[in-house]
Nanobody, 124 residues
């Protein structure tokens, strides 16, 4: 049974940091391209970052470049999203998504499996 479980969300003040985790099971993790998406109330789901499965290339949305870092630990079947210098506009539900493949992109239709999401709130 394939499963993705996100964790690490919460309430943080503007300028603060959070690290999200995405634990995968039921997959050959090394074969997966992994992405983080987010969706705020009333807005479309937005691709935030992704990491490929072989050369570990990464892609970031312009809105998070220089502040967020995606990584993966294949030994732990877990991906991470380190979020620094958080802004109120970063508040959203953050989702982990995966697909089997080498390359990754930030379009939601590229991904076959999704987690349930974790809430990130940025407020003073």
């Amino acid at each position: 049974q394939v499963q993705l479980v996100e964790s690490g969300g919460g309430l943080v003040q503007p300028g603060g940091s959070l690290r999200l985790s995405c634990a995968a099971s039921g997959f050959t993790f090394d074969d997966l391209a992994i992405a983080w998406f987010r969706q705020a109330p009333g807005k479309e789901r937005e691709g935030v970052s992704c990491i490929g499965s072989v050369d570990l290339h990464t892609t970031y949305a312009d809105s998070v470049k220089g502040r967020f870092t995606i990584s993966r630990d294949n030994a732990k079947n877990t991906a991470y999203l380190q979020m620094n210098s958080l802004k109120p506009e970063d508040a959203a539900i953050y989702y982990c998504a995966v697909t089997r493949g080498v390359w990754c992109g930030l379009s939601f239709y590229e991904y076959d499996y999704w987690g349930q999401g974790t809430q990130v709130t940025v407020s003073s």
